[in-house]
């Protein structure tokens, strides 16, 4: 999922709120990835949006 650069902080702590942890790659500021107890991940990349959208 793409996330904006600036909520990299509220994500981790929602994910962290909802177990997921720990950090499986720590790959910031391009991209992280958590996990669960039952073995759901997620893999966050922080964007930075641009002028044209992209």
């Known amino acids: 999922m793409v996330i904006r650069t600036d909520q ?6 929602a994910l ?11 790959w910031l500021p391009t991209a992280m990835a958590l996990a669960d107890p039952v073995g759901r991940e997620v893999d966050p990349h922080p964007a930075i949006r641009t002028p044209d959208g992209g």
């Open 16 to 26: 962290s709120d909802a177990r997921f942890r720990p950090m499986l790659r720590d």
């Open 8 to 13: 990299i902080e509220l994500v981790r702590t």
